[in-house]
């Protein structure tokens, strides 16, 4: 089949795409005829590549595939980043658990690495990635990195102090063209992950560092040993494999400034010239509208897809939904939506490639949907244009063997493994023989019988499908039986607000639970003992568990009449869980108690007691003061009024919900929350009233203390910016003079910001 030809002109087309160099649509033409030579930046491999990563990937192959639909080769190179460049810093912050245990373990930085690398290949093999030529690795490339250095030294674009080698950015007129006027936002973030006394200019970036005392990662050059800087290493690699012109570079719109705008720097004062024809950057992954990125705490990886029996093709269909310059959103229930598109798709296939032999394809047919489908990826790669085109096949007239010949080759660019739909289709002999049984009874008319035999097929594992061509059978994919298992929330929008409707019960007890099922067994069920004769009913948002705890819950819930489970899909932000408590309350009174608290006597009574007083709206056992609203204190062992009430356990009444309103859904991590949503009662006027005698116990707060250092520093400190932002100037709203005698800690989960 002629598939470089349009469908209607039969005139050749080309495929374009977005330059983010040139801000125009440009046709790939390739330097070389008929081989296209294609960069992506790779994986960093001391972490999983997060779903967000593989939508990069994904663009990339989805370039690679469309080239070569059109008889182009494409030579692909794609680097692994492998420890030993600066940003191993972040690494040896202990920034990473994972990679923190394994070197406490005794593993090697090699050995990580490899490691990652090869989980990296599994997933890009499951989500139908082809493999590039070259895989190169940057700690291999040591020598080509220092070649391209010395180089720029001796020419003048680049200058050592103290071992240290900088680009001169203003020796190089065209720095920000790629970027454009870079964001002074942007350079300052640059400047102060690598402040530099050092530094000419401090747009300047280092091309190698001298190795500090004790570091182990480091390799010798002429200005001592040292270790290469963040974006040499691109260029190094490309060069060396694609040469000193090549056609396109990839990436995600995160590596425009400052990766890529310093890899163009380096290249083409090395060579004198371009080096990239092309430069292609796809638009993030979002989870929960901000950009997903382990550190923010809203990444997922491919293995977290597959634990909840989706198939990583079901993630490759979803990105096809999107334009690659467009952000895309990515929750559980679209990803479910996309894993039926890609199932109604496989079902349609089945029907056709069951068909019985006979009827030609259509070749007129075939070349005009063809042509229709190249038009639409050739288009600045519309995918889901190309998808459409797809489903308008599928629905048309033209018989289903060409259909079948058709939709193979829309395979070779869609890359859903359709061809392999027979075989996941694929059902035992006596299965098979229940479907002839099933037949035989209905055409008796022996309902009863037939009905039987599907239930029974159901409850095997099966499905029962009648189609025109008749009854058939398939095995229940695993995410249909996850489905029909357990109802999911994916985000706090999709849950009603009762917020306005009368209180039913007298105490709603507000938990959010994140694994830990020893300690959510420990609160829920000490809540419960000490309600006396109230009425009170326990929301409990199951916020992605993962370590049965979401079973334990579910076991309980239909037990104990008192307990409610709403189970998010994954682990939302703890703003967005706490705000699934409230919207769902119905109690007078709601109580939030976090899952390292025990609760050891009555404490409904006291906290009744306090909120019928007209100068309390908030009231727990542990309470915060301030003067300056940077440091807060647990004013230890005290009681009175506070500025703030931690969150171990936060007492209001629920109509105070219709004035102070929910909780920031941007704080993701739980620390602060608590001391921003005190001042949202502060500002509508309720008092906020600590008092220590409530009777809860509080044991080791493990949200807190599993994480490492640096990430507990980091999420807080995200999270006490946005407090600031908002509160910062608000010292009008703090109870006066409190705070002096308070207790600053040093230390542990306690609230104390030195700034
Ligand atoms: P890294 O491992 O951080 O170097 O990232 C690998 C690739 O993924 C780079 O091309 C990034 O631009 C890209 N990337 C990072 N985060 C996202 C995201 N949320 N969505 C899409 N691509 C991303
Ligand atoms: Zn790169």
Known sequence: MALSLDGNTGEA??????NTLSKTLDEITPIDPGVVKMYT??????????????RSYLMADWVRRILEMQGLKVQHIKNITDVGHMRQEVLEQGEDKVIAAAIAEGKTPAQIAQFYTDRFLADETDLNIHRPMELPKATDH????????EELVEKGFAYVVDGNVYFSVSDFPEYGKLSGNIHEEELLEAVRVEADPNKRDPRDFTLWKSAEEGRTVKWPSVWGDGFPGWHIECSAMSIKYLGREFDIHTGGVDNIFPHHEGEIGQSEAFTGKPVVNTWLHGQHLLADGVKMSKSSGNSFILSDIQAKGIEPLAFRYLCMTA???????????SLKAAQRGLHRLKSRVWEWSNLPEGEAVDDEASTEWQGKFLDRLNDNLDIPGALAVTWAMAKSGISGQTKLAIIREFDKALALDLESVNEQFQVPADVLAKVTERATAKSKKDYAESDRIRRQLDEDGYVLQDTASGARVRPKAAWEKVDE?????SSAAEVPSLVNQPDTHDVTIGIVANNYKDDVKRVVESALKWTGDRNAETVVVDNGSTDGTSEWLDAMAASEPRVRVIHADHSLGEGAAKNIVLKQSLGRTVVLVDTSVEITGDIYGPIDAYLDRDDVGLVGPFGLRTDDLHHFHDGEGESGNMDAMQAYCFAFRRDSLRDVGLMRESFRFYRNLDIDFSFHFKEQ???????QSIPVVLH??????ELAEGERDELSLKNYRRFLEKWGDRADLLVSGNGANGHSHEHGDDHDHDH
Do not use: Q
């Open 323 to 333: 334009r690659y310059r467009t952000r895309l959103n990515f929750t559980f229930t």
């Open 700 to 705: 080791e707060h493990r949200v807190w203390s």
């Open 41 to 54: 930046c790779g994986p960093t491999v001391y972490r999983d590549a997060h779903i967000g990563n593989l």
């Open 13 to 18: 087309k080309l495929l374009k795409v977005y």
């Open 142 to 149: 040591i020598p080509e990195m220092l070649e391209i250095t």
């Open 685 to 691: 006027g309720h008092g906020i009233m600590a008092d």
């Open 485 to 489: 298992a357990r109802n999911t929330v």
